[in-house]
């Protein structure tokens, strides 16, 4: 079975309870041909996986279920810092032996780089996984300012803001 380890930075606003976080990931993934089509595998983080007939059409759908969970975790946390840390904890939670699968890929892909195609950049030297959560703005806290009412002030966080992305097929007007 070939497999592809994937590397990718991924950038997100996360809107949660009053609070908008900016999530940005550096991550691994195992993308395998199979019979039917591809699959991918999240490494870091490893609660994530897609697949689709096509490499592109599996890469999308990867993307598509993990920023359904940080919309997931925003609706759930009460608050920043509970969001900051279930992100944190399932970013650095691996599935058994993907790990090793993704390195074992980046082994074979090194001693023979045109296994890569012409599909995506190959790069040599990387960095390890990393997550970063950044607070961008919010509701101050009510002991801070107890005349503060964010509708008032126009501002709506609530996780039920976070962007539906819709892709369709356009004919001729």
Wanted: glycine content about 8%; proline content about 6%; overall charge negative.
């Amino acid at each position: 079975m070939t497999s592809y380890p994937i590397i990718f930075t991924l950038r997100d606003p996360v809107i949660g309870r009053r609070f908008l976080a900016g999530v940005e990931v550096h991550g691994r993934a195992l993308m395998k041909v199979e019979e039917h089509g591809f699959w991918i595998d999240g490494v870091n983080p490893g609660a994530v996986c897609a697949g689709g007939e096509g490499r592109d059409e599996a890469l999308l759908k990867f993307r598509d279920s993990y920023r359904a969970v940080l919309y997931s975790f925003a609706a759930a946390a009460s608050s920043f810092e509970e969001f900051r840390a279930e992100v944190e904890r399932f970013f650095w939670e691996e599935t058994p032996g993907e790990a090793e699968a993704w390195t074992e890929a980046a082994k074979e892909l090194r001693a023979d780089p045109s296994k890569a195609g012409d599909w995506l950049p190959v790069r040599s030297e990387y960095a390890a996984p990393r997550v970063t959560i950044a607070w961008l703005a919010g509701e101050l806290p009510q002991a801070a300012n107890d005349n503060y009412q964010p509708e008032k002030a126009g501002q709506r966080l609530e996780p039920e803001e976070n962007p539906a992305e819709e892709m369709e097929l356009a004919t001729a007007a």
